[in-house]
């Protein structure tokens, strides 16, 4: 589990996040969700140790992450695997140097235990035949699915996913999010997953934390959206027409 | 005010890249890609710069001493002292700036706002040390190759000028070449090769490092790197030309 406490971050007089608190669950695809420029992704990367927090804590599974120094923080980092936006896969590597780098950099496995680990984890994301392509011959869901490989790779007990399904159709979306779902079921691990996409918050969301003006707003799960009449998140959630269509008919 | 803050970044650059490496094996094999890639692929540029500035060394010297005074033979001497003392550690490191420095720049640039940085950081690698430390490196280890060659290159173009233009007699050349050798004019160019390399890697590191933003912030850190490097080399070759000559 996940445990943030009364995190502030400030970057000089801009305060961006205010005194947020949150547990994210283990085995359940938590998600954080808000408007552009809400403070989320500033709250990922608080989460994760690319900021440092101005105030509050970090917590994995107990451990006070924000207190320890940049090089005692190597061990829990090995745990995070991590899935950004654009997929950030090293250019000048091949998909199958790219899931098999962190292996080679941390453990001591010989080259075939690292190209069966590599194999099993192409495998597990559909992506058995691309282990020769570079990224820049992958396309936008094929790159995502190598992060989500490249991530798994080090068997990590923390999983962090950058709007997964951003630039994606629908279809492709959908693989995504059931594979992120998958995943943090089959290794019982904790996945933290920031969106915008509505369809994967109705999908996936078990426990879902809107962050409105750097402030946590709201949390429940994807049925309590519907039930909700916490005006920001309605407002975020039911933007369209014909989403607020769909929550009258839902609500009968 | 701004000066010192970039300073005090660079610095703890430095600190960062000045570090053990994660995996030795790693870092070796890093190493001979990047002399492949900042030192090998350099060649072919940096032969013909040499061969063109030795050649036009010799012509430019030679048409000049029309008073007979002065002997042919100085004509191979001062080829071979501009050649080792300057135009090689000194113009190469410029154009070396421009080939290998604006790469670097770019090279991190890009993988500053791609996010594949942070993706090292979150892994728990040492971005710094792992990207820039095989770089210096492979640059200090192999630029004094280069421009050792760079040397030879540029002195054998003053000979072929002496050849084809038929300026002077190339036995005359050759013994000017020879003449009154001081192997110390080689340990000082080496000397500012290897602080050269040193600024060549560092100052575009830095740059490219720290980009914010996108594509056009990447080109103009690249701009910067190659203006600011060239700077600290002409600076540096001054203080170093005193320290070590006078």
Known sequence: MIEVKNITKRFGDNEVLSDVSAQFERGKTNLIIGASGSGKTTLTKCIVGLHDVSDGEVLYDGVNFSALKQSERKEIRQQIGFLFQGGALFDSMTVEENVMFPLK??????????????????????????????????????????????????NPRYLFCDEPNSGLDPQTSIVIDQLINEITAEYDITTIVITHDMNSVLEIGENVIFIYKGKKWWQGDKRDILETDNQELTDFVYASDFMKKIRQRARG | MQFIVELGRYVKLLGAVFSRPEQWKTFRNQVFKEMNTLGIDSLPIISIISVFMGAVITIQTASNLDGGFIPLYSVGYAARQSMILEFSPTIIALILIGKVGSSISS???????????????????????????????????????????????????????????????????????????????????????????????????????????GSVEVGRASTKAVVSSSIVILILNYVVTQLLLI
Do not use: W
């Not at chain 1, 235990?113 to 984890?121: A, I, K, L, N, P």
């Not at chain 2, 760079?150 to 002195?155: A, H």
């Open chain 1, 105 to 154: 950099m941390f453990t001591t496995q010989s080259k075939k235990e690292m190209q069966m680990r590599v194999d099993f984890c192409l495998d597990r994301v559909n992506l058995s035949h691309t282990h020769k392509l570079f990224p820049a011959e992958l396309s936008g869901g094929m790159k995502k699915r190598v992060g989500i490989a490249r991530a798994i790779a080090m």
């Open chain 2, 107 to 213: 090279e991190l640039g890009t993988m500053r706002v791609s996010e594949q940085i942070d993706a090292l950081e979150i892994m728990g690698i040492n971005s710094a040390n792992y990207l820039i430390l095989p770089k210096v490196v492979a640059c200090i280890l192999f630029n004094p190759f280069l421009i050792t060659l760079s040397m030879v290159i540029g002195i054998s173009g003053g000979y072929l000028a002496t050849v084809f233009t038929g300026i002077m007699a190339g036995s005359d050349y050759e013994y000017g070449v020879r003449y009154d050798f001081n192997s110390f004019d080689y340990t000082y160019a080496m000397i500012k090769t290897v602080l050269f390399a040193f600024v060549i890697v560092t100052v575009p590191a830095f740059y490219g490092y720290y980009v914010k933003g």
